[in-house]
């Protein structure tokens, strides 16, 4: 039986799609079986992160209401073929999705990959908590800014109580990825460092994203940045993470800035 | 080459880091008393209702948080079928118990 995880954050904007899809890209790099199953119902854009919104047929609503099955809603991605998206669905609203349906889906899910990887829509409602009740494990996606970590922290709060395996009295397993995350402005003092995040969270690190104009381009061209953009530091961070998602020990490299002769002598960001 | 240091403005990330270090000591505390309440809430309905048929609307629980001890108060409200026209009758349980 696969894993299930929720990349999940509260606030939106952070980078849980593109974390989702670069996660789940890394993981099919590494030989596995991987799913990437969108639940922002509604507002869909998982689809276009993975490059793949002109082949969606059936969504996820489809497959929970029994309209269509499983495998004629999964689209295999065309670059990796052990990568798969199970789209949202982008009309219909989402009080369709019920708990039991979502349980169906995850099972069967569970069944065929190695790894189930939900990606939760921003906020606390309904379709945040539906996709993360039948996780086994959270990757909390927080931007060293005051208002993401204490979104997170809400989140936080809700894997440890409104999920199925907390209700069975489990304790979730939880990774913090910090994305966005700028190491000159962290130095200077401007934005908050690892450290803080950490110790204001208390959850294990799993990675650290940096900033980088990379991410962007990998969404223009709508392929995950693992598969586009290979050799950029982004990629790089995120093949780590998902290494130490799947259990190995990899030393954590915290992205330093590269700093140019201006910078180094005002000390600003010189760009 | 730290020359020109004055002219930069005060770092302002140890300020973000102490203010989420308070705001969420107390948040945590809110949501976790808010769910200990719910929890009361449901559970005292469920044994009451055993006994006398309520308005679930009715129970009222609030944790009132004082210096050495906290005050717990639960307010039921019971239909009273003496009462000629449709009068309630309040009955009061209040505890204390030590501040967690």
């Known amino acids: 039986m696969g894993k299930v995880i929720v990349v999940t954050s509260g606030k939106g904007g952070v980078g849980k799609t593109t974390s989702t899809a670069a996660l789940g890209a890394a993981l099919a790099r590494m030989g596995h079986n991987v799913v990437v199953v969108d639940f922002d119902v509604g507002l869909r854009n998982l689809d276009l992160v993975m490059g793949a919104e002109r082949r969606v047929v059936f969504d996820l609503i489809n497959v929970v209401q029994g309209v269509a099955k499983l495998t004629q809603a999964l689209i295999r991605d065309k670059r990796l073929e052990t990568l798969y998206l199970l789209p949202a669905s982008q009309t219909r609203d989402k009080d369709a999705l019920t708990e039991e349906g979502i349980a169906r889906v995850i099972y069967d899910l569970r069944s065929r990959f190695d790894w189930v990887i939900c990606d939760s829509p921003a906020g606390i409602e309904r379709g945040a908590t539906l996709a993360m009740r039948y996780a086994d494990e959270a990757v909390i996606v927080t931007n060293p800014e005051v208002s993401s970590v204490r979104d997170s922290d809400r989140i936080i709060g809700l894997l440890d109580s409104k999920t199925e395996k907390a209700e069975r009295g489990d304790r979730m397993a939880k990774h913090l990825l910090i994305a966005r995350f700028d190491p000159g402005r962290a130095a200077r003092g401007e934005m908050l460092n690892i450290q803080d995040v950490l110790e204001i969270l208390s959850i294990p690190l799993l990675g650290v994203i940096p900033e980088s104009e990379e991410v962007l381009r990998a969404s223009n061209l709508g392929a995950p940045i693992t598969i586009c953009g290979q050799q950029s530091a982004p990629a790089h961070a995120y093949m780590d993470a998902a290494r130490r998602l799947a259990g190995e020990e990899i030393e954590m490299l915290i992205p330093t800035e590269k700093q140019g002769l201006f910078a180094k002598i005002f000390g600003r960001r010189a760009a | ?100």
Do not use: C
Not at chain 2, 81 to 91: D, M
């Open chain 2, 1 to 100: 080459m730290r020359l020109f240091r004055f002219l930069r403005p005060i770092s302002s990330a140890p300020v973000a880091r102490e203010r989420l270090q308070i705001l969420l000591e107390y948040e945590r505390r809110m949501v976790s008393q808010t769910s200990l309440i719910t929890t009361l809430k449901d559970e005292i309905l469920a044994v009451v209702s055993r006994h006398v048929s309520i308005d679930p609307e009715k129970i009222h629980v609030s944790v009132d948080r004082g210096e050495g001890f906290s005050t717990l108060a639960v307010g039921v409200q019971i239909p009273n079928k003496l009462a000629t026209e449709g009068g309630v009758l309040q009955t009061g349980v209040a505890g204390q118990s030590p501040a967690t």
